[in-house]
Each structure stands twice: as structure tokens, then as C-alpha cells.
């Protein structure tokens, strides 16, 4: 069965930081492009980052570029979201999510939550 | 950026009806890189269609999706208890950089 699985989430001080994880079976992960979308409480879908299958291309969204940082280990059928100078506004559910055809997102995980709060 | 806004916001309706839910682009987008989503509450979202009008894996086909340029559309013919949720709208800009952008979100409540 196709799955991805994210864990590390958990409640931080603003400024703070915290490594997200994503765990992928069932597929040749390391051919995929993959993607970060999180989700506000009560609010809707706000995409993170993507990063290609090598890890080498990666793009962010403005509200965490310079935050953030996207990386994979394609060994371990595994990517990662390191966060950091967390703010409140970056509280959220998020989700792992493989880039499928033209730039959908055909598989998502159960989710994470980060809670960013003092 | 392109903003995807949807419509309506809340759409209140009975099992076995139809659902017509609507997303504009604020410019015109390929059809190739547009798709819908359904949120059950708590859980991840569901690629439902894909390239605008292709129904994604395991998705029945009282689901379909039209449009093309700066309107699309997403029907569900015969509403099932399991539709009330919420649904969003995404698009894929692949211009000097990527951008994924998602509407809104239009709830389906009975």
C-alpha cells in the first residue's frame, strides 16, 4: 500500500525550532518529486515546499524561505522539514504529500501538528 | 501569483442531490496542471480529479470536473453521506519557479 507517515510534531517557543520527518512506503520513493502543505486551524491549504526525487532542486513558500530548509534521504525513504526562528502564524497541521502528474498532489499523509506558542 | 477563489463558501445540501462547486482563477491557467481535493474533517486531503477532468484513482464517477482558462468546475451528481466535507481547488504554476496555489475551500454541509 502506497503511505506516507510524518512525524515531529509538537509544541515549540516562538524562535524555536524542530525537525518535521515524512516516512514513505509502497512506491520507488526516490523517482518523486515531494512537497510540504500545511494547514492552519480552521483555515485552508497553504503549500510549503517541494523538492525534487535528487533533493538537489527545492523551493519555498515567502512565509518560510530563509526558515526553513527541505531535504530527503532517498536510502531511508525519507524527507524532512527543518524549522526554525518559528513564529505563531507557522502553527499548523502538515502534511507530507508526493507530487504526482503535473504538479498535483496524489498522495498525502495523516499529518503533524506543530503548535508554536510561549 | 494566481489566486484561486472559490464558490460558494458553504453549500448546504441533502443526500442524493447534485453539488456544483466552482473555482476562478484570478488568470488563466493550463487545465493540465488543475486539480480537486476533498477534506473529510480530521483527516488528509484526496486527490479526487486531476487535469481538470480526470477522475483520480478509486474516485467513483459521480465525481467530474470541467472548465479550462479562468473557470472550473467540480459536480457531484448524487450526493453520498460521505461528500460532506470540504473541497479545494489547486493549481501548478511551473514558471521560474514552482507555485502551488489552493483555493480557499468550499464546505459541503448537509
Known amino acids: 500500500e502506497v503511505q506516507l507517515s510524518e512525524s515531529g510534531g509538537g509544541l515549540v517557543r516562538p524562535g524555536g525550532s524542530l525537525r518535521l520527518s515524512c516516512e514513505a512506503s509502497g512506491f520507488t520513493f526516490g523517482i518523486f518529486t515531494m512537497s510540504w502543505v500545511r494547514q492552519a486551524p480552521g483555515k485552508g491549504l497553504e503549500w510549503v515546499s517541494v523538492l525534487d526525487n535528487s533533493g538537489e532542486v527545492t523551493y519555498y513558500a515567502d512565509s518560510v524561505k530563509g526558515r526553513f530548509t527541505i531535504s530527503r534521504d532517498n536510502s531511508r525513504n525519507a524527507m524532512f522539514l527543518q524549522m526554525n526562528s518559528l513564529r505563531t502564524d507557522d502553527t499548523a497541521v502538515y502534511f507530507c504529500?508526493?507530487?504526482?502528474?503535473?504538479?498535483?498532489?496524489?498522495?498525502w499523509g495523516q499529518g503533524t501538528t506543530l503548535t508554536v506558542s510561549s | 501569483e494566481i489566486v484561486l477563489t472559490q464558490s460558494p463558501g458553504t453549500l448546504s445540501l441533502s443526500p442524493g442531490e447534485r453539488a456544483t462547486l466552482s473555482c476562478r482563477a484570478s488568470q488563466s491557467v493550463s487545465s493540465e496542471y488543475f486539480a480537486w481535493y476533498r477534506q473529510k474533517a480530521g483527516q488528509a486531503p484526496r486527490l479526487l480529479i486531476y487535469a481538470a477532468s480526470n477522475r483520480a484513482t478509486g474516485i467513483p464517477d459521480r465525481f467530474s470536473g470541467s472548465g479550462s482558462g479562468t473557470d472550473f468546475t467540480l459536480t457531484i451528481s448524487r450526493l453520498e453521506p460521505e461528500d460532506f466535507a470540504v473541497y479545494y481547488c489547486q493549481q501548478y504554476g511551473n514558471g521560474n519557479s514552482p507555485r502551488y496555489s489552493f483555493g480557499q475551500g468550499t464546505r459541503l454541509e448537509i
Open positions: 504529500a508526493r507530487i504526482g502528474i503535473s504538479g498535483i498532489f496524489d498522495i
